[in-house]
């Protein structure tokens, strides 16, 4: 069992030798993470989202999806892997030859702009590596999202996956999952998206206010995000859904179908300060959390103020560029810059899997499961991260379609991210295309970030 010695000695090595945007060979330079989703086991009883205020785990350990002998969690880190093998071919020259040969697959261009994509997995291994059962209290020590106290001495906390990612100062981070599908359901790859401040703001004024429950649905159904928000409780609308997830973005909890008595045993915790950044609130917030009252720990909304450093980035301009203005260069009106980064690497796994293998290109156009509409809610890795984040669910596993591409194509789809991972850098020419969803192949303004006034924003996150 590897120790979670090797994660503080990462975090270590990327605080000190983490040089912003440009590295030592002298060109631009860019952390990516690939995140394959999960990885850790199925452990009975709560397993993950350490909180201060109570002292326990509020939630099991998301495990992923399971069909048959297949799961989520070893097929996207077999992805991953892949993806992770095609960008570290740019950190060397040899290597940049080889990525020249892919990128020739997808553009006539005779130059490319050469830049190092410094990869970095949050995972390399899945929970069977470590020769552990699936009931130790040890076997997921490396894939937990948040902080946790050692089991030696419970007075020092182990940064979690959210914690990791962080530190390494990431421009882009590409998170890989499957999907399971409901009834009726035909499959697809989809973005997941997490509103920001903007949105949840709306909301909570909506709860406030003393219109009537139809007109609360008039006025919710006026958001862009209505018709996508993720209905996880049987029996709830979509208003009542966005209500829960407003009062757990706000305080840490649910809110019951009522839409107005708290729900306390649904507790979610203050998830900003479950990890390791400069957006905690100072010592002692947990106490201060206890009493509640009127401030950033109130238990209603008619008393809670947005007030801390966590609500100063909320407010801030790089997340509603993250996560609540339009997306770049269409007509879509909401999900900001991870809509963009999530639709376009879509994309470009419909175009790059159709370029690189005649036999797709010659089936049908539902050999590839089609993009559908994003799932929207409040997920910790659009919020808690500084940078742009492409959560993807590529396929749903328990279909048949999706599971045979992930299953059959894995190396074209890992090169066709690597290169639409390129290409939000740089943009690219593409190769003419008759296909669906093709990639806008336009760069992301990264600059905005990089110039924002309080410092480069992929930076300002750990101390």
Not at 140 to 158: A, E, G, Q, T
Not at 199 to 221: G, H, M, P
Not at 421 to 433: A, D, E, M, Q
Request: hydrophobic share 35%; charged share 25%.
């Amino acid at each position: 069992m590897r120790k979670h010695s090797w994660r503080n000695a990462l975090i270590l090595a990327a605080l000190l030798f983490h040089l912003p945007g440009c590295d030592v060979w002298g060109g631009p330079s860019y952390t990516v993470v690939i995140d394959p989703g999960h990885g850790g086991a199925p452990v009975p009883g709560n397993d993950d989202k350490w909180d201060p205020v109570t002292k326990k785990y509020l939630s099991p350990y998301l495990y992923g999806m399971r069909y048959g002998k297949y799961e989520e969690h070893q097929l996207m880190l077999d992805l991953a892997r892949r993806v992770h093998y095609y960008l570290k071919l740019t950190e060397s020259d040899e290597g940049w030859k080889q990525f020249q040969t892919i990128l020739k697959q997808f553009s006539d261009q005779k130059e490319f702009t050469r830049i190092r994509l410094r990869s970095v997995m949050s995972r390399t291994e899945g929970w069977t590596a470590s020769g552990l059962k699936a009931d130790d209290p040890r076997v997921n020590i490396p894939f937990r999202l948040y902080d946790f106290p050692d089991r030696k001495d419970p007075s020092k906390m182990v940064p979690g996956r959210l914690s990791y990612i962080n530190s390494e100062h990431p421009y882009l981070v590409v998170s890989l999952h499957m999907n399971p599908a409901g009834p009726g359901n035909d499959g697809g790859m989809a973005a997941v998206l997490a509103p920001g401040y903007e949105t949840f703001e709306k909301l909570r004024k909506l709860t406030l206010s003393n219109k009537s429950v139809e007109d609360k649905e008039k006025a919710y159904n006026e958001l862009p995000w209505a018709p996508f928000w993720l209905i996880n409780q049987p029996g709830w609308s979509r208003l009542q859904i966005a209500t829960a997830d407003t009062w757990v973005y706000f305080h840490g909890y649910w809110v019951k179908q009522n839409m107005k008595d708290p729900w306390l045993e649904k507790n979610r915790g203050l998830r900003h300060n479950m990890i390791q950044w400069i957006y905690r609130d100072p010592a002692g917030w947990a106490e201060k959390a206890r009493k509640g009252g009127p401030g950033p720990y109130a238990t209603k909304h008619s008393e809670f103020r947005a007030e801390g450093p966590f609500w100063d980035r909320e407010k801030a301009d790089p997340e509603a560029w993250r996560r609540e203005g339009p997306v770049p260069g269409t007509d879509i009106k909401f999900g900001g810059d991870n809509h963009f980064a999530s639709n376009e690497l879509m994309r470009y796994v419909q175009y790059g899997t159709r370029q690189i293998s005649p036999e797709l290109a010659r089936q049908s156009k539902k050999a590839i499961p089609e993009i559908i509409d994003p799932f929207v809610s409040t997920y910790s890795l659009p919020t808690l991260v500084n940078a742009v984040v492409a959560y993807l669910e590529i396929g749903h596993l328990d279909v048949q379609k999706d599971r045979t591409f992930i299953l059959k194509y894995k190396d074209e789809i890992a090169r066709s991210l690597a290169v639409g991972i390129y290409s939000l850098f740089t943009g690219l020419k593409l190769k003419p295309y008759q296909g669906p969803f093709k990639p806008t192949s336009k760069p992301l303004d990264f600059k905005k970030y990089e110039n924002y006034k309080a410092g480069n924003y992929f930076d300002i996150v750990t101390d």
